[in-house]
């Protein structure tokens, strides 16, 4: 996920239950230039392995080369975005635009796979309009060059992120074809994404949003997966206590001015649900260091363990 999946948040989230994790998308025009922040989209730790490296492009050349390269930077899979609604994307033709054209989608697929010697997938949503579903057609193009698997999130381009993913399109497609479907959109609980699973047929589902702050959703889902119950899911101190350590993982490797500003989206999602969270978060908006940030933190993580105290009864 763009901007969120790191190779820090990949690392620290990998033991949870993941079995793969990719990157964020990276443009394959950004990479001819080989920018550092591109160059650090790409790079890994080693222990997310496998990483699956997702790009993004209109131009079936510029993809294998781009595919090449990210091959030679250590991805284990590569991924191919035909799914991503952005306008800044979909000006350029790129993301989910290309599911208006299905032979450039089909060019783009069997260059990348002639490209690299690794699995190839690629993502992708229903279609650009709910008048244009073109994603079985996409997916076959898809089978037939030697695509590996095809993720759907099951939404068109033009709804972004409005309304709901139509799990009975995911179903289709994992009738309609022999390569394996992930199934992925509105995944938000762990009981209903593996009743989402059986009952679509699918071979995997990929979880987004809902694992922002809350990596034990992927456990909970292993569980049930693996015919075992559940763990309760982290209590505020718990998950607090986790952000503190994703926070101190972020400044060590990305230093303090650039870990600031981007772990304040990243408490904002581990402090989801919490008793007061929203005046927190607004404090926590306005921190300008770690040490300020972390302070507040851990005197949030004492108030929450704090039993209240017992209140005076007037007799
Ligand atoms: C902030 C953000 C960044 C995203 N970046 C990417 C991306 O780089 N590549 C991609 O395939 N999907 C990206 N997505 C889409 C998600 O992977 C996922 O398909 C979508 O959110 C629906 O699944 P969910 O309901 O489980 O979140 C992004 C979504 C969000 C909210």
Not at 277 to 306: K, N
Request: a neutral charge.
């Amino acid at each position: 996920m763009s901007g969120v999946t790191n190779r820090t948040l990949r690392a620290l989230y990998k033991p949870f239950g993941f079995g793969l994790t990719v990157t964020e998308f990276v443009s394959s025009n950004a990479l001819q230039y080989k920018n550092e922040r591109t160059m650090d989209m790409i790079d890994q730790h080693g222990v997310e392995r496998p990483v699956s490296t997702q790009l993004w492009g209109n131009d079936p050349e510029i993809m294998a080369q781009a595919a090449r390269l990210v091959r030679e930077c250590g991805a284990d899979i590569v991924d191919i975005n035909f799914g991503c609604p952005a306008p800044k994307v979909t000006k350029t033709e790129g993301g989910s635009a290309c599911l208006r054209d299905a032979g450039r989608c089909e060019a783009i697929m069997r260059a990348v796979v002639a490209a690299v010697d690794c699995p190839v997938t690629m993502k992708m949503r229903l279609g650009w309009s709910e008048t244009d579903l073109v994603y079985i057609d996409i997916a076959k193009r898809a089978q037939n060059v030697g695509i590996k698997a095809v993720t759907l999130h099951a939404r068109t381009a033009k709804q972004f992120y409005r309304g709901e993913a139509d799990w009975s399109h995911i179903a289709a497609l994992k009738r309609a074809i022999d390569i394996p479907v992930i199934g992925n959109g509105d995944l938000g609980d762990a009981r209903d994404a593996f009743a989402k699973m059986r009952a679509s047929g699918v071979d995997g589902v990929m979880l987004g949003r809902a694992t922002l702050g809350n990596p034990w959703l992927v456990g909970q889902l292993r569980a049930l997966m693996e015919g075992r119950e559940p763990d309760a899911s982290p209590n505020a101190p718990e998950r607090l206590r986790f952000a503190v350590l994703h926070y101190h993982a972020m400044v060590d490797e990305w230093g303090e001015a650039r870990a600031v500003p981007q772990m304040r989206k990243h408490l904002g999602y581990y402090l989801k649900g919490f008793p007061g969270a929203s005046a927190l978060r607004e404090r926590l908006m306005r921190t300008e260091t770690a040490a300020e940030t972390l302070r507040i933190v851990a005197e949030t993580i004492v108030a929450l363990e704090t039993p209240p105290r017992e209140l005076a009864v007037a007799s």
